[in-house]
């Protein structure tokens, strides 16, 4: 018992002057209210939000925004709690070779111009956006390949009027694709605008949603989210090798998953880029606007482990922040009116004092492993079965998907057994490097300082592979072509650490649990987690949209509809 009590995380009204616990947020100040002065106080409603990633930080800037919009008088105050010691959760940038210039996204990259909360965001916060998300490789004919393990199914040719950047354009020219698969292609886009545009009416006609699962029901899209993607195309009259070629090609890249391991509904998302675009220098700009826009502080590097319903019907919360216990020592505690859950509950490991009625399930989630590194080899075109003089016939960028002969048998399986002969889910060329002559270099020493490495003259591609389990040193030597011998027989050494800086000049390994394996569902978990049978209790939970659509805004999406419904609830309680 005391373990817990010494652990008990004092959230101090002390620390509403205190600088927050990180360099990273500032405590935005809100113009003092008619509702602040003595007269006419109201109760401050405290909400506690866990999880800075989209979802959270949504919901913290909606709760600001809509709380100003409909003239709340309860003044709001917020506090956000992230484990990393970032804000943005899946959505993060690592630097290139080090080097504060190249900064490069390690998790989720594109959005599209429908997703109007991150549209809108970048927009209104004045963030740059880059249309142009991969530099294709100058000398590639190919802007972006589609390798089957065996063959290149398809390839696009590389448009660049404007110095080698795009955005593979080339795609999605439907144009292109009609006399190789004939109507399927329109089929498609027509079934993927259908979708969509159902979709588009949760941000209008169902706005706010208490259950996302009506939600769903009302929009019809049950039918998509409780079939897979291949059942869907085919029940769309798309065509078998387009299914194949194409758009599984886009449900591996995007999701890690083959057409009968996905449901349609996320399938479709796949195949709606229009509009693709980036914040450049990194979304999670969005995101850590919004919360230093709304916020009145954000613990990072901090855990919440325990939320606690105290007999006023208030939240305590505890952490494993050591700075916030010892600030927290002897004062006294500040419970919190509201708490959102912004991370899936299965990865956030807190426990709750009454437990949960019905905890959210437990449901397989990808585990992908993304590797970015800078080399100054191209990948040999024999490792794609090309002959030695065709290095300029491997695309920039290559996607993958089944041959046709294993599709049946891999295409419902997960990870390792559903990536096939390819062995990777996409290997992308993003940037091509010149360290020399790239601007000046800004950041901390390093090897490549300039005076020391004789790779400094040549050019650095900037690469990133997604892959379901980890890439050995054996794998990107054979890709590279360069000469390696792992340090002995032992798999553990065969590591990207053990190759030739000269040959792999930088490398960042991380391994996320990147979204759910987006199986069939009709049945969607609430916006709410119960302690008792009382359904409104001041508790809310987002990542229940991820069996839906797992995507920035989606789940962006799930923090503005809670917003919406905890504003709403305050206003009735005013009026
Ligand atoms: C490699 C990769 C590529 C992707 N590509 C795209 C893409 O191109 N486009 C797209 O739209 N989406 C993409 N996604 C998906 C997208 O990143 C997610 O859908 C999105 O980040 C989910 O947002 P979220 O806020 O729900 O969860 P998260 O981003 O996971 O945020 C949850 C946060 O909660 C924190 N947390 C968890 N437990 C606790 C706790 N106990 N206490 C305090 N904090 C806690 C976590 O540290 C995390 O920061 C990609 C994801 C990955 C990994
Ligand atoms: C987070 O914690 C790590 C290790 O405890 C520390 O090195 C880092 O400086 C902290 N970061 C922030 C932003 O507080
Ligand atoms: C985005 O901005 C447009 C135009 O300003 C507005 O009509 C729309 O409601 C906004 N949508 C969201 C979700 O903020
Ligand atoms: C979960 O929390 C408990 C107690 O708070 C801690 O001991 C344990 O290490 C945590 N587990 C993970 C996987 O973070
Ligand atoms: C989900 O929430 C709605 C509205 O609050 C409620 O009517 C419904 O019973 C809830 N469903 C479940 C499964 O808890």
Redesign the pocket.
Known sequence: MHVSILSRVLILFLLHVLPIATEHVLPPQRPLQKSDTAATVKKTHRVAIIGAGPGGSSASYHLDKFSRLSSLDTPLDITIFDTNPYIGGRTTTVNALEDPRYPVELGASIFVEINHILYNATRDFDLTPSLKIYQATPTAKYELGIWDGVEFVFKTVREDDDGGSSSWRGWWDIAKLLWKYGLSPIRTQRATKAAISSFLRFYDDYFPFTSLQDAVMKTGLDTYTGATGKEVLENAGVGGRFAREIIQASTRVNYASNLGGIHGLETLVCMAIEGAMAVHGGNWQIFDTMVKNSAQRAFLNT?V??VERTSKGTYLLQT?NEELKSAGTGEQEVDFDTVILAAPYQFA?I?FTPQLLSPPDKIPYVSLYVTLFTSPHRPMPAFFGLGDDEQDDVPSSIITTLPEDLNERLGSRHGVEAVGPSGFWSISTLKVLHPESDGRFAGPMSEFDSSTEETEESTQYLYKIFSPAPLTGSFLSELLGFEYRPPSDDDEEDSLGSLPKKDVSWFYEKMWHSYPYELPRTAFVNFTLQMDEDQDRGLYYLSGMESFISTMETSALAGMNVAKLIVEGLKTRES
């Open positions: 855990s482990t325990h494993d490991n426990s």
